[in-house]
């Protein structure tokens, strides 16, 4: 099934999402700014986009394995949430984890967003959980 998900270029630099492969999951976001980010630490880039994503989404904002890989720049929130009801600009937290500083520019790939629908789930308090195999181990229990 396919959705319609509405994009709205409010600056003039602003690029329009898009797929690098037909197959991909992540539409490919732009800075519409140039911003240096120095070495340990981050900076709020704008894409210059508005959208209206379709009922029961939400919008993932992914980082680039790309950049994190060359030049240790990642999303500082990953995923990142867009909310279906949000129509504000679409911006994006980037950190420099690098030891030197980074240089954004307009028009570069920042970040991928992944829309995913979203589960509507009735809350129901309890005192008592069914058992799993896994029950409260966490954090290193598998030992691997």
Known sequence: MEYKLKIKLIHEDAKMPYRANEGDAGLDL???EEKLIKAGESALIGTGIQMELPKGT???IRPRSGLALKHSITLLNTPGTI???YRGELKVILINHGREDFKVEKQMRIAQMVIAPVLKV????TDILSSSERDKGG???SGK
């Open 30 to 32: 732009f800075s519409i």
């Open 83 to 85: 909310d279906e009801g």
């Open 58 to 60: 939400e919008a993932q």
């Open 122 to 125: 009735q809350l129901e308090q």
């Open 139 to 141: 954090f290193g229990s």
